[in-house]
C-alpha cells in the first residue's frame, strides 16, 4: 500500500556509517529477540506485568484483528552493515501514527542518531498521510524525552499501565490547525517547531 512513497524515504544514511532502511517483521524479529536485552532492562525485572502464557490463546483473535493494522519496521545499521538500533511503530487511529519501540546500542548513542532519525521519519509519516504522531515513554527516559521535546512533540498525557509503568504520552501535530487547536484547548503558548521536521 506505502511502498512506493516508502522507497523514496529509504534506505537513508542518517550520519556517517549509519544508514536506516525499511524492513519487515520476518527481518526485524531475529534483531529483536538478540539485541533487546542489551538495549533495556527487561520489563519482568522492573515488577511490571507480563500475562501468564496460559491466558494467551484467549487472547489470539484479537491480535489477529490487530495485526492487521498498518506497521513500520525500520533497522539502523552501521557501517559494517550490522544492526544497531530499530524503530517499530503502528496505526492507533485514522490519523495518528504511534511510535512504539526505538532503540539504539548504548554504543552508538549520544551521537544525534535519533534526533537525525526523527527529522526524516516525520515528514515520511506526513507523506503517508499522517497527522498525529504518539508515543509513550518511561518518565525517567530523559534523553528520548528531551530530544522528542526538541523536536516539536507536546506533552499530552501522563499514564500509569500495570505493563509498562508510568508513563509520559508525546504528541506531533503535522497540520497546524491541528497544533493551533491544542494550543488554545489549553490555553498554552505557541511553541515554534524547527520547519526541518515538516513536510517540503
Known sequence: MFEEIRERYFPVELRPGIVVRAVDYQTI????????????????????????????????????????????????????DEPVGWSYGLMQDAITYFMSWSAILPAYRRRGIYSAFLRHFLPYLQALGYERVTSNHMVTNRPVLIAKLKAGFHVTAVSLDERFGAQVQLTYFFDPERYEGFTRAFSLDRFERPSRYREA
Do not use: N
Not at 511490571?48 to 519496521?73: A, F, I, W
Open 29 to 80: 524479529a531475529p534483531v529483536w529477540a538478540k539485541m533487546s536485552d542489551d538495549m533495556e532492562t527487561p520489563f519482568a525485572d522492573l515488577g511490571l506485568y507480563s500475562m501468564p502464557g496460559e491466558q494467551q490463546p484467549c487472547t489470539q483473535l484479537l491480535h489477529e484483528v490487530y495485526s492487521r493494522l498498518h506497521r513500520e519496521y525500520i533497522l539502523f545499521y552501521s557501517k559494517a
